[in-house]
Antibody, heavy 115, light 107 residues
Framework: QVQLQESGPGLVKPSQTLSLTCSASGGSTLSGGHYWSWIRQHPVKGLEWIGHIYYSGTTDYNPSLKSRVTISEDASGRQFSLKLTSVTAADTAVYYC???????WGRGTMVTVSS | DIQMTQSPSSLPASVGDRVTITCRASQGVANYLAWFQQKPGKAPQSLISAASKLQSGVPSRFSGSGSGTDFTLTITSLQPEDFATYYCQQYYSYPLTFGQGTKLETK
């Protein structure tokens, strides 16, 4: 059973780029026909799907974030990443990586946008 | 975007109760509907996919039903570990969207 773990800075300054990595153990992101997703949870707004990358490399993004988001995977099949540019306080949230729409979740990592 | 509306937002209940949570989609999503359970400080966990398919390891007291725009999650004989927040999610179309959550609380 694949396990996911997010990593990255817990504090990002406004206007900078948020970068997170999700490490997959017990499985590969390059096999099995799965989608590898990023989902965030705002304290008040609730759960928001950011986007995903298919094992073939195809991506889909939430239109509300599309201009600022890039999801990529590395060639090893052990990690995939999230980059969110030009962050503001509204991007403060717990960020989760997940398989498919949420069949399996990482533990989540809190990211605060503040100067 | 498809809007998902859950009711109620809060549900007081007691151990042993049978409870039902409703999720309504702003347009039809066929059976592309999932339910998640989230406990404080933890990631959501998948309970049900395809509206009614129980994930492996999920107790049989959980069940889901519905199709189109109206869905329900039912928990029979509520256990202490079931007090949590529950979310529905549609994965019929992008962007995937979640309901606002239903918090199951001790009465």
């Amino acid at each position: 059973q694949v396990q996911l773990q997010e990593s990255g800075p817990g504090l990002v300054k406004p206007s900078q780029t948020l970068s997170l990595t999700c490490s997959a153990s017990g499985g590969s992101t390059l096999s099995g026909g799965h989608y590898w997703s990023w989902i965030r949870q705002h304290p008040v707004k609730g759960l928001e799907w950011i986007g995903h990358i298919y094992y073939s490399g195809t991506t889909d993004y939430n239109p509300s974030l599309k201009s600022r988001v890039t999801i990529s995977e590395d060639a090893s099949g052990r990690q995939f990443s999230l980059k969110l540019t030009s962050v503001t306080a509204a991007d403060t949230a717990v960020y989760y990586c997940a398989r498919d729409g949420g069949e399996i979740w990482g533990r989540g990592t809190m990211v605060t946008v503040s100067s | 975007d498809i809007q998902m509306t859950q009711s109620p937002s809060s549900l007081p209940a007691s151990v042993g109760d049978r409870v039902t949570i409703t999720c309504r989609a702003s347009q039809g999503v066929a059976n592309y509907l999932a339910w998640f359970q989230q406990k404080p400080g933890k990631a959501p966990q998948s309970l049900i996919s395809a509206a009614s398919k129980l994930q492996s390891g999920v107790p049989s007291r959980f069940s889901g039903s519905g199709s189109g725009t109206d869905f329900t999650l039912t928990i029979t004989s509520l256990q202490p570990e079931d007090f949590a927040t529950y979310y529905c999610q549609q994965y019929y179309s992008y962007p995937l969207t979640f309901g606002q959550g239903t918090k199951l609380e001790t009465k």
